[in-house]
């Protein structure tokens, strides 16, 4: 069984959880620091950091990516037809988010290296979450994000110091 489809099969589980222990929200929340921890890790060269590294994008994967599309079909109310219509900005966002990366991730590993890549995804991650954390919590975004954006730029760079 691939990564992927490992990714894919975790889903069930994760909206189990979500729906019986920790709720929607902190599902998301948890699945996406535990993903960027699974590409932090990938970014060591060992196959121990490599086997852990996925498994713990599979359990993050499993627990952000089906809860997140639960939390946008509780936005609306069940027969809202506004709900086709955030389902399409979703979807547009996902396919965007989709075609970027691997371009950026591209130059990144040219330029710097794949450990770098996968440091990057990691910030990239942390930080959609804590938009997300801020967004759901009714947070002013500058107060927040900048320095904990700063903080995962000095990070990267320490990492990558380490790793090279």
């Not at 946008?72 to 396919?95: C, H, M, V």
Request: hydrophobic share 55%; charged share 10%; aromatic share 12%.
């Amino acid at each position: 069984m691939s990564a992927t489809s490992s990714a894919n099969a975790a889903g069930p589980s994760g909206g189990n959880i979500a729906d019986k222990i920790i709720g929607t929200r902190n599902a998301v929340i948890i699945g996406g620091i535990t993903l960027a921890i699974g590409y932090s890790t990938l970014a060591f060269s060992t196959m121990t950091s490599l086997y852990i590294g996925l498994a713990t994008v599979i359990i993050g994967s499993g627990l952000f990516i089906p809860n997140i599309v639960t939390m946008i079909s509780q936005l609306y109310p069940q027969e809202d037809i506004r709900k086709d219509a955030g389902f399409s900005i979703f979807y547009t966002a996902t396919n965007i988010g989709a075609f970027f990366p691997p371009i950026i991730a591209a130059f990144i590993i040219f330029r710097f290296g794949w450990h770098i890549a996968f440091l990057v995804a990691s910030c990239a991650v942390l930080f959609a979450v804590i938009i997300f954390y801020c967004v759901t919590e009714k947070q002013s975004l500058t107060k927040k994000v900048f320095p904990i954006l700063f903080g995962m730029l000095a990070l990267v760079a320490t990492v990558s110091w380490l790793v090279n």
